[in-house]
């Protein structure tokens, strides 16, 4: 178990993971967690982030921050999703290492698997065949973060783990439909359509894609107890080992949200990875298993979204 009085940074606190992760820590009684807004501390400045930890010292890290989004803000912005991610990684990886923190978790993707891989996916799968292109940007940036960790490890002896958390979603989570993922995009939409009382919603892709979600409670909750039970060369899943089609979402979002809705798909847009299971075996043979299902999930999110988005909700 790691130290509840040690200081604990989290990077990336006011983002979907950072922001649930912050909940954790609180409620978990750790009485030291310290935070840096953007204006304060640019991760991707490396004199700056060495600097920062020189004074602040955290003996644990949580690696949570980067440039994220579904799957057109990854296929528009690749520059972007390749230097922000490879940058923050590599600052907050060497100068936690300068530092002599005791021990980091660094957090990536499930977009890190090769395309074609067997399903649900294990982390042997690294590396064993070509990424999806649409993610293929952020998937490097996020493979160099795990082979960041065993380096330092191996190196250097530093008790640095990486964790792969699937498709997530939540409170915090983004409703912008140009950058956001599904799940929150579709929420957006139904109730979009709700409030303009139309019924039509769009659909990107063909609606046949196969994904899983994790509430982002619950990845927090896995978080911590990696850096309480596990120490490993080895990055591990964090999933529920369950997937549904992109159809059967909409369908769940719509009968919550909007139930008179009609799904229309556009298939002018890409499916991306046709199918994205991970195999939890890992995780749970440590002893955690996630507690927050679909429909809670789903049903929760959107109050969320109805009780902070004022300026989207259309009243
Ligand atoms: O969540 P999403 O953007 O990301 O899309 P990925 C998942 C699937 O939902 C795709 C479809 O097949 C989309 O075509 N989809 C349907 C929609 N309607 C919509 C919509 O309105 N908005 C969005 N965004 N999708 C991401 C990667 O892949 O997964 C990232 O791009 C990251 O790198 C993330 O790894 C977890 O699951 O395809």
Redesign the pocket.
């Known amino acids: 178990m790691i130290d509840r009085s040690g200081r604990v940074f989290v990077a990336g606190h006011g983002g979907l993971v950072g922001s649930a992760v912050m909940r954790r820590l609180a409620d978990g009684g750790f009485s030291d967690v310290v935070t840096a807004t953007r204006a304060e501390l640019d991760l991707r400045d490396q004199a700056a982030v060495t600097a920062w930890f020189e004074r602040v010292r955290p003996e644990y890290v949580l690696l949570v921050a980067g440039t994220v989004g ?3 803000a ?1 296929s528009t912005r690749p520059a972007e999703f390749i230097y922000d991610n490879m940058m923050i990684h590599g600052t907050v990886v060497h100068a936690a290492h300068l530092a002599g923190t005791r021990k980091l978790l660094y957090l990536g ?3 890190i698997y090769p395309r074609d891989a067997s399903q649900p996916i294990t982390e042997e799968e690294l590396l064993t065949g070509p990424l999806e292109p ?2 293929e940007w ?2 490097i940036a996020k493979i160099a973060g795990i082979k960041l960790c065993q380096a330092y490890r191996r190196q250097y002896g530093s008790d640095f783990i990486s964790a792969m958390p699937t ?1 997530l979603y939540g409170p915090n989570d983004n409703f912008d ?1 140009t950058s ?3 799940l929150p ?2 929420i957006r ?1 139904f109730h979009d359509a709700k409030m303009s009382g139309g019924t039509a919603v769009e ?3 063909t609606g046949t ?1 196969m ?1 899983e979600f994790l509430h982002v409670d619950d990845l927090a909750d896995a978080c911590v107890h990696l850096m309480d039970h596990y120490s490993d060369d080895s990055h591990i899943n964090v999933g529920t080992g369950t997937d549904i089609t ?1 159809k059967e979402l909409a369908e769940q979002i719509r009968d919550i949200v909007h139930p008179d809705a009609k799904l229309v798909f556009d298939t002018t ?5 046709p199918r ?1 299971v991970l195999n939890t075996t890992r995780l749970t043979t440590t002893g955690w298993t996630p507690r927050i299902d679909l429909t809670t999930g789903i049903t929760t999110t959107y109050q969320w979204f109805l009780d902070n988005h004022a300026d989207l909700r259309g009243v």
């Open positions: 579904g799957i057109m990854n993707s499930s977009c649409t993610n952020y998937a498709n439909l956001s993922h599904v995009a579709l939409k659909i990107w892709g894609p994904r992109i847009k890409p499916d991306g990875t994205k």
